[in-house]
């Protein structure tokens, strides 16, 4: 049962993971899909949620 308990969570990331890429990919392809314009906006915007997101999760300090 300890198996599960460790086990579900990494689970549970990896889910998250895809989730948000895949929201990301569909979000990029619809925007390409109305003009070129809307696509680059969308393609900066997911870039800059990214970004934001590793630095939120990357720990803090140095050595």
Do not use: H, Q
Request: hydrophobic letters at 60%.
């Amino acid at each position: 049962m300890m198996i599960f308990k460790r086990l579900f969570p990494l689970i549970w990331r990896i889910f998250d993971l895809l989730c948000y890429v895949s929201a990301l990919i569909a979000l990029n392809w619809a925007m390409f899909s109305i003009n070129k314009v809307a696509g680059a906006l969308a393609l900066a915007f997911s870039f800059l949620l990214a970004g934001l997101a590793s630095e939120s999760l990357t720990p803090k300090g140095g050595d």
